[in-house]
């Protein structure tokens, strides 16, 4: 886990660890109970039956030995072979949870602003300037972790896909009504009404056509790598995110355009 120096610290203290582990045991050689298997052995902070003379020979005998493996380890060329975090398996789906949960949290924000530019509304000139760079900087996080795992999740085996394919939506649900919601008491603060608010969050027609437009993108990454398999979507459905994936990153929701009738 700790590179060049993980491995000389570990064989440094081994030794000495190993004997300090045994003790528990009521031995300094062996790490479990020399007693009959059907006999229960007695909780103990120190063992009695032990000589301590010898425990401290043993613990004495451990620091050169651990000194040479250490120094062992160091002269290993191997040992400085640092190998990528996506070899280990344990940091590789922590790696793999850090971009999914950072293209998940950029997302609603990046997106809400994005159409605020978009309809051009009577915004301060420094918001709109503050909001721009903040767009392009959330689209090069965007886009480096959807390139990331557009390489990494084809890669995985077909059980972890899996599991990420239901994660996926479940995520984007919580972590959206997280950033975007508003805490329980704004709405009180400013004397917000219940129906406002469910209206807003994500009661109306239009408030839940707006929370599905928000990861269309995401839907069309999912399709691409391969997470869209019929209980994926099914779990899309009932958090009420699912419909069409983007036909590319960016693209803007259009409004269908109104027939003759509602046009009159």
């Not at 999914?100 to 000139?125: A, C, V, W």
């Not at 721009?132 to 990331?148: G, V």
């Not at 994500?202 to 928000?214: E, H, T, V």
């Amino acid at each position: 886990m700790i590179p060049v120096v993980g491995n000389p610290l570990a064989d440094l203290l081994q030794s000495d660890m190993q004997v300090l582990v045994n003790l528990g045991y009521g031995s300094i050689t062996d790490g479990w109970s020399q007693g009959p298997a059907n006999v229960p052995t007695p909780s103990e902070l120190f063992p009695t039956d032990l000589n301590w003379s010898d425990v401290l020979t043993a613990l004495v005998n451990g620091v050169p030995q651990g000194i040479q493996a250490a120094i062992a380890d160091l002269e290993n060329p191997d040992n400085y072979q640092i190998p990528s975090l996506l070899d280990n398996p344990t940091l590789s789906t922590l790696v793999d949870a850090a971009y999914t949960s950072g293209l998940i949290d950029t997302l609603p924000i990046h997106h809400t602003q994005k159409n605020m530019l978009r309809e051009r509304n009577s915004l301060h000139p420094i918001m709109e300037k503050v909001m721009a760079i903040h767009i392009a900087e959330e689209a090069r996080h965007i886009s480096f972790a959807d390139q990331f795992l557009s390489k990494r999740v084809p890669q995985m085996v077909r059980r972890r896909r899996f599991v990420l394919s239901l994660h996926v939506p479940i995520a984007m649900r919580l972590l959206c009504q997280a950033i975007v919601v508003p805490t329980g008491s704004f709405f009180k603060h400013f004397d917000i009404p219940r129906s406002v608010r469910k209206e807003l969050f994500f009661k109306a027609p239009d408030s839940r056509q707006a929370l599905r437009d928000m990861y269309g993108d995401v839907r069309m990454l999912c399709d691409d790598v391969g997470l869209m398999n019929p209980l994926a979507l099914l779990v899309w459905r009932i958090c009420k995110i699912n419909g069409q994936p983007s036909r590319y990153r960016g693209e803007p929701q259009r409004a269908p355009l109104p027939s003759r009738a509602t046009a009159a």
